[in-house]
């Protein structure tokens, strides 16, 4: 069975991922310039029906199901803004 594009972005943020990259956004923009327009539109699809299912003030459902998805890394603060303004871009 063949990875979606928000199984194959989340698993990016291995363990290592806070390492190997200053920051966050470094991550996102370096994974985001490695698609194609079609996998970057998937991907933002796939990523706003994620935030649609778990919407929690929170953010544990979403971290949970983050994690489910394949991702090692989550920063409290930032991993939800991440995942949010990509999905605006909807």
């Not at 991922?17 to 991907?43: H, M």
């Amino acid at each position: 069975m063949q990875e979606s594009e928000l199984e194959k972005f989340a698993s990016w943020f291995h363990h290592d991922f806070g390492v190997i990259f200053e920051n966050a956004d470094e991550g996102v923009e370096t994974y985001l310039g490695s698609l194609s327009p079609e996998r970057k539109e998937s991907l933002v699809k796939e990523l706003g029906q994620l935030l649609r299912d778990f919407p929690g003030k929170e953010n544990k459902g979403l971290k949970n199901a983050w994690l489910r998805l394949g991702a090692q890394w989550w920063d409290r603060e930032k991993s939800p803004k991440i995942l949010r303004d990509l999905a605006a871009k909807e």
